[in-house]
Nanobody
Framework: VQLQASGGGLVQAGGSLRLSCTAS????????VGWFRQAPGKGREFVAA????????DYEDSVKGRFAISRDNAKNMGYLQLNSLKPEDAAVYYC???????????????????WGQGTLVTVSS
């Protein structure tokens, strides 16, 4: 599986971005997809996950109500909509393929098999 995140950039606090995750190499609908982020000097943090069929989602508490994860299996694409961005959301965001199909099992990094290169999100205050 190969994954590539894109869509990052510089945005003012309160603004929005839409991140995309392009997948290839394996049937996209066979696995759950997750997004993680890593800020400078910090560890990689779970952000959101979506089940293989897109019906179930899970979010880290600080992004609930602001971020929305989705996927389009026909296009082999995953998305993360970032709204109401805060300076503390600034990080490199990564998409990854989970070894499970259920999003509830995909909230920890060790359950992920493949990781894409990240995309940088910068939020100015």
């Amino acid at each position: 599986v190969q994954l590539q995140a894109s869509g990052g950039g510089l945005v003012q606090a309160g603004g929005s971005l839409r991140l995309s995750c392009t997948a290839s190499g394996r049937t996209f609908s066979d696995y759950a997809v997750g997004w993680f982020r890593q800020a400078p000097g910090k560890g990689r943090e779970f952000v959101a996950a979506i089940s293989d069929n897109g019906r179930d989602t899970d979010y880290e508490d600080s992004v609930k109500g602001r971020f929305a994860i989705s996927r389009d299996n026909a296009k082999n694409m995953g998305y993360l909509q970032l709204n109401s961005l805060k300076p503390e959301d600034a990080a490199v965001y990564y998409c990854a393929s989970c070894q499970f199909t259920r999003s509830q099992l995909c909230q920890v990094s060790y359950n992920y098999e493949y990781w894409g290169q990240g995309t940088l999100v910068t939020v100015s205050s």
